[in-house]
């Protein structure tokens, strides 16, 4: 029997039965798999979170207190596990491979990942041919050698930004953003501008006008795919959801 632990999305509500991933995990073989459920962090960025509270934690912080938690539920349980993550919940899984192939967590038996809406994917990592971009945080590090599955929306760019995109600068400046910190995220603002620590973009390129001006109109879509659902409803009504649970029931098949 192999556990399956959630990492739900930025304000999903924690045990939701209608939260993102339920849509793959209802689909998974019970011959194999048991749903362990969501493990508990606080799924913020800032003020988007459940119940959007004003004194939300950051990103940076959601992710630091996920990775503790999900090491703790991993161990209490004596199966393997898989991990699957949706957006802010796939960038904690990623972040959680990582650690694992610097060698920490190593008592963590983990069977294999996957996550819907990466935020950091890697360039070319799909379950599906012809994936656009990478990850609007950047792409992963490396991870553990074990099957690892993404399922990732040419159209949401979220996971699938093109490399100059101006919204990479806004992600940036978005991870440790959280009015409950806004002296942390005021310091890791100045901190990028002093050190450059930016993910390239081709901000006021006056070389290449008519491509600069084709970013940001590629930008301008991108942040109306968002809010029209490319980063939510598409994911089930595209079947993405459907392929990513064939994925893993096939997993050591």
């Known amino acids: 029997m192999i556990d399956v632990i959630t990492c739900r999305g930025t304000g999903e ?29 606080p799924a913020s960025v800032g003020v988007a979170n459940e119940g959007f509270r004003i004194n939300g934690p950051s990103e940076a912080d959601s992710i630091r207190i996920g990775i503790a938690n999900l090491a703790t539920m991993i161990r209490s349980t ?32 983990i069977a294999a990942t996957a996550c819907v809406a990466n935020p950091q994917r890697r360039a070319g990592d799909s379950i599906d041919p012809v994936p656009a971009g990478f990850g609007i945080n950047g792409e992963r590090g490396v991870f553990p050698d074990r099957p690892h599955f993404e399922a ?21 400046v978005m991870s440790a953003f959280g009015l409950a910190m806004i002296g942390a995220w005021s310091k890791d603002l100045l901190n990028r501008m002093l050190q450059r620590r930016w993910q390239p973009a081709g901000w006021g390129d006056i ?15 991108d942040v109306r795919g968002y809010l029209t659902g490319q980063h ?9 959801l459907d392929r990513l649970a064939v994925a893993l029931n096939n997993v050591g098949g």
């Open 13 to 41: 509500p924690q045990g939701s039965p209608n939260n993102m991933l339920t849509q793959v995990t209802r689909q998974l073989d019970p011959r194999r798999y048991r749903v362990l459920g969501d493990v508990v962090y």
């Open 78 to 109: 004596p199966n393997m596990v898989v991990l699957l993550g949706y957006s802010l919940g796939a960038e904690l899984v990623t972040k959680f491979s990582e650690a694992q192939a610097r060698g920490l967590y190593s008592d963590c038996e």
């Open 152 to 172: 990732a929306n040419p159209r949401d760019a979220i996971t699938s930004c093109a490399p100059g995109s101006p919204l990479r600068a806004l992600a940036d």
């Open 207 to 221: 070389m290449h006008p008519v491509k600069t001006w084709e970013m940001y109109q590629q930008a301008a879509d």
């Open 232 to 240: 939510t409803t598409a994911y089930s009504q595209g079947g993405y």
